[in-house]
């Protein structure tokens, strides 16, 4: 099967905005969760991994007209996905070539809807506003930003969703379906989405402890990633150099339960299995696994029953970044991508932060020593979402999955 190449990255979260913003926060072992201070709710006091611009703010970085209807979503991944686009240098690109844009979000513009409600029932003034509710109007706002896409399409996995939209991407291309891919997601934080999460009593009042014995649950967060996916072919055509590769990747649903994985962790399993094997990888290739990690009880165990089943009772080094960035949501699978890439491509895991015990029933605990043996090469990347829909994607740092010389500067 075709190889694909990553050759550019943008990221937004509560960390930082941009690739550089990212890496020095995890680098300095520094979390973005905080008390709520944008989103208007009464759970203000709960710890999320909010980015730290206002919807204002934004809107005047990407000189949008005060007329002009823009929802959060929309917002941060206009953000992220320009990043992308300028690192792979699209932004002037040939017509002839057959770009597609991927997306995965599941709360849209509910942010935005929440507000202007009550003025819709009553005139039409917002009308622009409701409009952009759909998932699907998120996605096209962010494609029409930026124009000539051959192809728009949204995902809606919940957590999966922009792992997902990233594995889609690479079928594209291996397809010859498309000649680049811009995949990712987007999701930004939302009573609708507080209060949901609340009612499943699921959300830590203190900050998130995955993989403690005394986890109490998820810190939401909310953030954007996007990466650009092509050819060695066509990156050579352009004159573009990779910066890793996207190795193998697996979807497994296992169905057990709308919002719990399965005891077992058997779709986790698969999913993991799955990707190292389309990676032509044995399980020992593996040098780090950026874990789903959220915090709960129910996800925290299984994924660790999983690992263990996978990778034997002394997995590679494991860690879970949603005590940086808090838990994304649909956006967690492409943001994590970033942060998977950026740890090959600077030789540094990220570790566990707030991590005191243990849980009993597994064989280890995550990483929180920075230092390693060797040098990363391939890091494993876990997305799970509600319904069982578990996801994970295998990256490979570029020189040793091909060589330098294979690329023009």
Known sequence: ????????????????????????????????????????????????????????????????????????????????????????????????????????????????????????????????????????????????????????????TACSSSANAVMLGADLLREGRADIVVAGGCECLSRYHVNGFNTLMILDREICRPFDRNRAGINLGEGAGYIVMES??????????????????????????????????????????????????????????????????NNDLTEGLAVMRLFGEQPPPLASVKTYTGHTTSAAGSLEAIISLLALEHDFMPVQLNFRDRIEEHSFSPVTDPHHAHPLRHILSNSFGFGGNNSAIVFSKMRETVSSSSFKS
């Open 1 to 156: 099967m075709m190889d694909v190449y990553v050759t550019g990255a943008g990221i937004v979260s509560a960390i930082g905005l941009g690739k550089q913003a990212t890496l020095d926060a995890l680098k300095n072992r520094s979390s973005g969760l905080a008390p709520i201070r944008y989103l208007k709710t009464s759970h203000a006091a709960l710890p999320v991994g909010e980015v730290k611009y206002s919807n204002d703010e934004m809107r005047e970085m990407l000189r949008f007209q005060p007329e002009e209807a823009t929802i959060r979503s929309s917002l941060l991944g206009i953000l992220a996905a320009d990043e992308a686009i300028r690192q792979a240098r699209l932004e002037n690109r040939d017509a002839a070539l057959r770009v597609a844009f991927i997306s995965g979000i599941t709360v849209g513009g509910m942010d935005q809807v929440e507000e202007m409600y009550g003025d819709f029932i009553g005139n039409d003034t917002k009308n622009g506003y409701i409009a952009l509710i759909d998932c699907g109007a998120c996605t096209e706002q962010i494609a029409d930003y930026f124009g000539g896409f051959r192809m728009v399409s949204t995902i809606v």
């Open 232 to 297: 060695a072919e066509t990156a050579n055509r352009r004159g573009v150099r990779p910066i890793g590769k996207i190795s193998g990747y697996y979807n497994a649903c296992d169905a057990y339960h709308q919002t719990a994985s399965s005891p077992d962790g058997l779709g986790a399993y698969l999913a993991m299995q799955g990707a190292i094997d389309r990676a032509g990888l044995q399980p020992g290739d593996i040098d780090y696994i950026n874990a789903h990690g959220t915090g709960t009880p």
